[in-house]
């Protein structure tokens, strides 16, 4: 499975927004709004969903070399370390439903959204919910295949009015795109209204002779 470089990210809490940071860039999603994140943002703060049982590596356009990608424990691992949920104990695998001192689970504190890719509309799935990777697809390793290269040009043209909100909001440094502020698409150009050439006047009609 290939995913693009923006997803559509759904906020589903009713109160908390969640910011997702990446390359000094900061996507901000109000609560229960939708909003484009880049994927990279998405891979710190939810856990790549590329990982799988074993560290792997993917080719990704534009490249040269393969990105090496860690495996599905130690991404879990590393998200418990980064909000604070986790275990240093050796014999303990690192889990979403592993509770701390405080009871505290590392599924109530990592962001409550759901994560589409542009170019199918179809769920992505963390770390966060397939820990044992039963829903792991491998890699794909050539994107020269006719359905790889059918799938980045539709994301592209879905992505073009995306690109063209981020290069308005650049100087901003705050990049969420609501999904209802996107521009749609641009109706035809009414033509101007035709100029109505003056008419000569009509002629007078002639006069009947006069009776004698």
């Not at 424990?73 to 909000?83: A, F, H, M, P, S």
């Not at 980045?152 to 209802?180: D, F, N, Y």
């Not at 109706?187 to 035709?194: F, I, L, V």
């Amino acid at each position: 499975m290939q995913y693009d470089s923006m997803l559509r990210v759904e906020n589903n809490s009713p109160t908390l927004s969640y910011i997702f940071s990446f390359n000094s860039k900061r996507y901000i999603i109000p609560p229960q709004r939708t909003a484009f994140v880049d994927f990279d943002a998405l891979v710190v703060g939810l856990g790549d969903p590329r990982s799988g049982p074993e560290p792997s590596h993917w080719v990704i356009e534009g490249r040269e070399k393969p990105v090496p990608i860690p495996s599905r424990k130690e991404e879990l691992t590393r998200l418990g370390v980064q909000y604070g949920v986790y275990t240093t104990h050796p014999d303990t695998p690192a889990s979403p439903y592993f509770e701390d001192v405080a009871g505290r689970t590392l599924r109530d504190m990592m962001p409550d959204v759901t994560v589409y890719n542009m170019s199918d509309n179809e769920p992505i799935v963390f770390p966060i919910d397939d820990p044992d990777c039963n829903k792991y697809l491998p890699p794909e390793t050539d994107l020269s295949t006719v359905a790889s290269l059918q799938r980045q040009v539709e994301a592209l043209g879905r992505q073009q009015a995306i690109l063209r909100e981020q290069l308005r909001q650049a100087s901003t440094g705050e990049m969420a795109l609501p999904l209802e502020d996107l521009p749609t698409d641009s109706p035809s150009p009414t033509p101007p209204p035709t100029r109505r050439q003056p008419q000569p006047p009509s002629p007078s009609p002639s006069q009947s002779p006069r009776s004698a």
